[in-house]
């Protein structure tokens, strides 16, 4: 007799593991676009050796009023929404995975990465957002806690690309035989 295919549930179509992890990169590109249009160098956001209170108070007064203004106004809420959406993207790879029948921790190591990157990557937005609203008055408390998320979302974001590839190779590899 020959096995039925198991029916895996649509609420999660196999074609999202492929088009959700090409939507967060182009999304991460057109952030990364969206800056350079505005003039904003984002050169915290991308320091995996973190950065210090003279390191901010240095680029603050590099920037200028208008930059700062357009950094806290138009660049940081899309990063926010960035950071939303590939977080969403990763809880969606995980209940995509669990659905199709692999294990909760092989689907927390492939989506893991971008759902907790993406709520750091929040958290970092909100605390640059805060440095930006306090400035010239830069507190060590802040500037820490804003270097420490950006260095956990950097990885976490690293990890979460290499999550998307290996849930994708997960859910289209053939049937055992």
Do not use: H
Request: proline share 5%; with cysteine.
């Amino acid at each position: 007799m020959i096995d039925p295919v198991p029916l895996y549930s649509t609420t999660v179509p196999l074609s999202f593991f492929i088009w959700g992890p090409i939507f967060v990169v182009v999304l991460y590109w057109l952030v990364g676009f969206w800056s350079n249009r505005q003039g904003v160098p984002r050169m915290l956001e991308s320091d995996w050796d973190g950065y210090s209170v003279a390191d901010v108070e240095k680029l603050f007064t590099l920037y200028g009023e208008t930059t700062r203004a357009r950094y806290r106004n138009r660049v940081l809420p899309a990063d926010v929404a960035c950071a939303f959406a590939y977080a969403i993207v990763g809880g969606i790879l995980i209940a995509g995975l669990t659905m199709r029948g692999q294990p909760w921790w092989v689907a927390a190591l492939c989506g893991g990465g971008w759902l907790i990157g993406g709520l750091c990557d929040v958290a970092e937005n909100i605390a640059v957002a805060r440095l930006l609203d306090r400035y010239p008055r830069v507190e060590a408390g802040d500037v820490a806690f804003a270097s420490n998320m950006t260095r956990l979302k950097l990885v976490f974001f690293s990890l979460g690309v290499v999550g998307a590839l290996v849930a994708a190779y997960l859910v289209f590899k053939p049937l055992a035989a």
